[in-house]
């Protein structure tokens, strides 16, 4: 019988207790071993040149080196797949979103309260990201170099539209973002619409850090929020996320407490792409991101049923071509695009610069 390999650990933490309440954690799954524990940013980093480990639990506020700086030097150095694992509040919600662009594979919120009482809240969620991040490519990990939007551009009003673009994304998502919402420009003739797998605590903080650098207003969907022209709206999580629409009010976003809401529970794409679909029709744009899973195969099954048009990241790009993969072998994938080239074929589509054929209507 063959032995499967275990996925050997680094955990990196300033917390001699936390140290070992991780250790235990990720030790508790039979596909992982911890081979080392480091207190700080510099001996992680020699623990990384030494061990090369298979994946790297980091912190953000280390001594000596900080978590940031010390994924940077990976990354350059020598790739490994990083988890971050940091407690949150709003400084360290943007800390956080700046390690996925930096080359962050995943990411895991400290418990609240009693570490020791309450650590089982995360141990499914570490290990998860354990496990995924293990299948990461690095090389697909290059930092995202991210520049302010220019302060003459005034972010546009927020005007109707009868045009949406709705984009999907889960591992590797928030960094995927970061090439593609800042580079879509400020008179962009329809609304956006971003379902994101990510913790709920941490989405205020990628809508904070992508309005930073875009000209179009980005924000969290809010419930009987108006779908419009010139903002950028990202799905809470714990919530369905629908589409309605109304004779008198238009299009609006429609937000319902989902009954088994648990801390990791991600907003699904599916959902709001399949209201959206027969609401625009031929102008819906539907874009699936890397990501594990099959999540927004329907949603762009239904937006090209009614004759929009859809668009996957390619796998050259994709850090984990998963949900890519799923939408394409599904058949329901009219381009396939390479991240740097996914903003430009964007706004191509919805200024009426990319013929859709009819062969797409299939209602």
């Given at each position: 019988m063959t032995k499967t390999k275990k996925i050997r650990v680094l955990v990196v933490d300033d917390s001699a207790f936390m140290r070992k309440m991780l250790t235990k954690a990720i030790e508790s799954d039979p596909q992982c071993k911890v081979i080392k524990t480091a207190k700080d940013g510099v001996e992680a980093l020699r623990a990384v040149e030494k061990l090369r480990p298979d994946v790297v639990t980091l912190d953000i506020e280390l001594p000596e080196i900080d978590g940031l700086t010390?994924?940077?030097y990976i990354m350059e150095k020598f790739p490994t797949p990083v988890v971050m694992v940091t407690g949150f509040s709003e400084f360290l919600g943007e800390e956080t979103i700046k390690?996925?662009?930096?080359?962050?594979?995943?990411?895991?919120?400290?418990?609240?309260?009693?570490?020791?009482?309450?650590?089982?809240?995360?141990?499914q969620e570490l290990i998860s990201q354990i496990k995924l991040a293990s299948q990461v490519d690095v090389n697909k990990l290059t930092p995202v170099t991210v520049k302010k939007?220019?302060?003459?551009?005034?972010?546009?009003?927020?005007?109707?539209?009868?045009?949406?673009?709705?984009?999907?994304?889960?591992?590797?998502?928030?960094?995927?973002?970061?090439?593609?919402?800042?580079?879509?420009?400020?008179?962009?003739?329809?609304?956006?619409?971003?379902?994101?797998?990510?913790?709920?605590?941490?989405?205020?903080?990628?809508?904070?850090?992508?309005?930073?650098?875009?000209?179009?207003?980005?924000?969290?969907a809010e419930d009987s929020e108006p779908v419009q022209q010139g903002r950028v709206l990202i799905a809470p999580s714990g919530f369905h996320c629908r589409i309605a629409s109304s004779r008198d009010n238009?299009?609006?976003?429609?937000?319902?407490?989902?009954?088994?809401?648990?801390?990791?529970?991600?907003?699904?794409?599916?959902?709001?792409?399949?209201?959206?679909?027969?609401?625009?029709?031929?102008?819906?744009?539907?874009v699936v991101l890397t990501g594990m899973g099959n999540d927004g195969t329907e949603g762009l099954?239904?937006?090209r049923k009614y004759g929009g048009y859809t668009i996957a990241e390619h796998e050259s790009s994709a850090v984990?071509?998963?949900?890519?993969?799923?939408?394409?072998?599904?058949?329901?994938?009219?381009?396939?695009v390479p991240l740097e080239r996914i903003a430009d074929e964007i706004?191509?589509?919805?200024?009426?610069k990319v013929e859709i054929s009819n062969e797409n209507i299939r209602v």
């Amino acid at each position: 019988m063959t032995k499967t390999k275990k996925i050997r650990v680094l955990v990196v933490d300033d917390s001699a207790f936390m140290r070992k309440m991780l250790t235990k954690a990720i030790e508790s799954d039979p596909q992982c071993k911890v081979i080392k524990t480091a207190k700080d940013g510099v001996e992680a980093l020699r623990a990384v040149e030494k061990l090369r480990p298979d994946v790297v639990t980091l912190d953000i506020e280390l001594p000596e080196i900080d978590g940031l700086t010390c994924l940077g030097y990976i990354m350059e150095k020598f790739p490994t797949p990083v988890v971050m694992v940091t407690g949150f509040s709003e400084f360290l919600g943007e800390e956080t979103i700046k390690a996925l662009e930096y080359g962050a594979a995943g990411f895991v919120r400290k418990p609240k309260g009693s570490i020791s009482g309450n650590m089982g809240e995360i141990e499914q969620e570490l290990i998860s990201q354990i496990k995924l991040a293990s299948q990461v490519d690095v090389n697909k990990l290059t930092p995202v170099t991210v520049k302010k939007a220019k302060e003459k551009v005034q972010k546009p009003v927020a005007t109707s539209t009868n045009r949406i673009v709705a984009i999907a994304g889960s591992s590797g998502g928030p960094r995927a973002l970061s090439r593609i919402i800042p580079r879509l420009p400020a008179d962009l003739p329809a609304a956006v619409l971003v379902v994101q797998h990510i913790p709920a605590e941490f989405i205020p903080s990628l809508a904070k850090r992508l309005d930073w650098e875009s000209e179009l207003n980005v924000k969290v969907a809010e419930d009987s929020e108006p779908v419009q022209q010139g903002r950028v709206l990202i799905a809470p999580s714990g919530f369905h996320c629908r589409i309605a629409s109304s004779r008198d009010n238009g299009e609006a976003i429609e937000l319902v407490p989902h009954a088994k809401e648990k801390n990791f529970h991600y907003a699904v794409a599916d959902e709001p792409m399949i209201s959206l679909a027969p609401i625009y029709g031929r102008s819906a744009v539907g874009v699936v991101l890397t990501g594990m899973g099959n999540d927004g195969t329907e949603g762009l099954r239904a937006i090209r049923k009614y004759g929009g048009y859809t668009i996957a990241e390619h796998e050259s790009s994709a850090v984990v071509y998963g949900m890519p993969k799923a939408a394409v072998q599904a058949g329901v994938v009219d381009k396939i695009v390479p991240l740097e080239r996914i903003a430009d074929e964007i706004a191509k589509t919805v200024s009426g610069k990319v013929e859709i054929s009819n062969e797409n209507i299939r209602v």
